[in-house]
């Protein structure tokens, strides 16, 4: 399931905004303020239908103060949430401001989740319920305070079995969730430990334990062996010859590693039977995809998080000209696919095809699309700031030039 379209109306500071995806990447920019939060936040209380579906999972809904707009000191009669899927699946989400018979006169016609809630049944729901194999579509949305992971002191509370359905618990709240992910790791690795041993097998391998693995050593080439550690509980990896607990690793590492851990978990709790869990179809969002990663990794982690998860559906907001800079290599390395290529950096470049991309500036009261269809380049408006500097840079060094003259 990959989303097409989202619209809001009277959502927070938006009177009314439509926006469309692409297949593979939409990347939202702009300014503090401008509203590229808010369209996460949209688009995750629309997918939350989805998990409140399911039984054991609580999805999201409307805030109950805030969420609708407010302007000159009146509230708006409601908020409106409409998404469309790519196979045509629509549906609409909808808080009024009270029940008086003034606000339901005010109210639009809505689509309801009829067609969703249908879909799901389906789907998802009669083929579980009968024992038949089914996928399910992972969502989650990863907010800026992802840096800050959640570990377990201890095992108490540790559940023995883990449900399909665990993969979309809490996956939309923008809050940080690496400690179900942890708990599911050590079950995991227990588990492949106690068939090892049944087998007399040390080289058998957990698939869905080997998808996490898998997705940690993709993303990172300098970490490898992600182990469960006690007295203490931790997560350790093996990193520039020594065995760090993840806690020590920089918040770079942190950020980034939580998210992959998380993200390639889920992919396997939702499609254990898949024989690449983390080929299954998802949707991502991350507000801030660039938070405290060094410029080198900026430049990286578009194109690793394209190729570790290729059928998921990133949605991402940004700052920072690198991932940019980078999503415009991305594009270019489309266009000559089927040339002779031979530096080896390029080579090494995954190809996006431009048709699967989206790119906005978000502006105060408006949003402008930045991606020329037929140069398949976005343009890099957050340039102009490190333009800015260098003007003031070459003034102030023309005027120490010639006071030396």
Do not use: C
Not at 79 to 90: K, N, P, S
Not at 126 to 143: I, K
Not at 364 to 370: D, I, N, P, R
Request: glycine share 6%.
């Amino acid at each position: 399931m990959k989303i097409k379209t989202l619209q809001l109306e009277n959502f927070r500071a938006k009177t009314l905004l439509s926006i469309d995806f692409g297949l593979r990447l939409t990347v939202l920019m702009g300014e503090n303020g401008s509203g590229k939060t808010t369209i996460l936040d949209g688009l995750a209380i629309g997918l939350g239908v989805v998990p409140m579906r399911l039984p054991g999972v609580v999805g999201i809904n409307f805030k109950k103060r805030g969420d609708i707009r407010q302007a000159e000191g009146r509230v708006a009669p409601y908020t409106r949430v409409a998404l469309e899927t790519i196979d045509g699946l629509v549906w609409d989400r909808m808080q009024k401001r009270d029940q008086s018979r003034t606000t339901a006169k005010s109210l639009p016609s809505r689509i309801g989740t009829s067609l969703i809630d249908r879909h799901i049944d389906e789907w998802i729901l009669d083929p579980h319920n009968r024992g038949d194999t089914f996928d399910l579509p992972v969502f989650v949305f990863y907010g800026v305070s992802r840096a800050l992971l959640d570990l377990p002191q201890n095992r108490k509370g540790f559940p023995k079995a883990h449900d399909r359905f665990e993969a979309l618990a809490g996956a939309l709240t923008a809050t940080t969730r690496f400690k179900s992910a942890f708990v599911w790791f050590y079950n995991k690795e227990n588990e492949e430990i106690r068939l090892q041993r049944e087998r007399k097998s040390f080289d058998f391998r957990l698939k869905e334990l080997d998808a996490v693995r898998s997705a940690m050593t993709r993303m990172f080439t300098d970490i490898s062996d992600p182990q469960v550690k006690l007295n203490p509980l931790r997560l350790t990896v093996q990193h520039g010859g020594q065995t760090l607990d993840i806690a020590q690793l920089s918040d770079g590492y942190k950020t980034l590693l939580g998210l992959v851990i998380d993200l390639s978990a889920r992919m396997a709790i939702a499609n254990p039977h898949l024989d690449d869990p983390l080929s299954a179809e998802a949707v991502v969002m991350i507000d801030e995809v660039d938070l405290h990663l060094h410029p080198a990794w900026q430049r990286r982690i578009i194109g690793d998080l394209l190729a570790t998860f290729p059928n998921t559906q990133f949605i991402l907001t940004t700052h920072s000209p690198y991932v940019v800079g980078s999503i415009n290599n991305h594009l270019k390395r489309d266009r000559i696919k089927k040339r002779t290529i031979d530096d080896p950096v390029a080579q090494k470049l995954l190809a996006l095809d431009p048709s699967q991309v989206a790119a906005y500036l978000m502006q105060k009261g408006h949003m402008e699309s930045l991606l020329d269809q037929d140069l398949g380049l976005i343009d890099d408006r957050l340039l102009e700031q490190f333009n800015a500097m260098a003007r003031v840079y070459e003034t102030m060094r023309d005027i120490e030039w010639a006071h030396k003259a």
